[in-house]
């Protein structure tokens, strides 16, 4: 029995191995696309649990997988990966001086059980000069990033404010997957759970 991670996000494989559990990288396609008809942490849900089901097919059945995704919500409107550098413009333009929502679905699957779930955290940007926004824009880091930025990068300088678990923003709860697969068997930092009140 292995454990799968169902994503080429670096940040997410670092995160992971931060739990101390060896893992493979196995991805699938998918269609990412948003119901916007449906309450939006069911949809994100349901994308993470579509991710783990496309790795599933390329794995033994008793593998373990992880897959989460994460949007950037401000009003209703969703905040996936910028189409360009205008894109990235306006997200920041948009999330300037706010407090906007990351939630981010998680599914831990293994054959015919699973267990999906979504954490969201709220984050305030101060306000931002049209040329700190330009500057960052030319860095190309935010394209790959929803939202247009990363806490963990140099746009942590835009957040003025963290409500919640803040690896949620990195793109995977560390807190919540931890207890997710302890309920598949999966010991996190070697922990013996058994022998923990020795």
């Not at 333009?93 to 054959?111: A, D, F, N, P, R």
């Amino acid at each position: 029995m292995g454990v799968i991670l169902a994503s080429k996000s670096p940040r997410r494989r670092e995160l992971l191995s931060m739990l101390g559990v060896d893992f493979e990288i196995v991805t699938g396609d998918t269609d990412e696309t948003i119901n916007k008809q449906l309450p939006l942490e069911d949809e994100i849900k349901r994308l993470s649990f579509e991710k783990a089901k496309a790795a599933s097919v390329k794995v033994p059945k008793d593998d373990i997988i992880i897959a989460a995704d994460t949007v950037v919500s401000l009003d209703g409107e969703v905040f996936g990966k910028p189409k360009d550098e205008r894109d990235a413009r306006r997200m920041l333009c948009e999330l300037s001086g706010k407090t906007h929502k990351v939630i981010t679905g998680v599914t831990v699957m293994s054959g015919d059980r699973r267990d999906t779930r979504a954490m969201v955290t709220d984050v305030t940007f101060r306000i931002l000069t049209k040329t700190e926004i330009d500057e960052y824009v030319k860095t190309g880091d935010p394209m790959d990033k929803a939202g247009a930025y990363a806490l963990q990068g140099i746009s942590s300088i835009f957040v003025s404010g963290i409500s919640g678990d803040h690896f949620n923003v990195y793109g995977l709860p560390l807190g919540m997957l931890s207890d997710m697969l302890r309920g598949f068997g999966i010991k996190i930092l070697g922990e013996n759970r058994e022998s923990s009140n020795a």
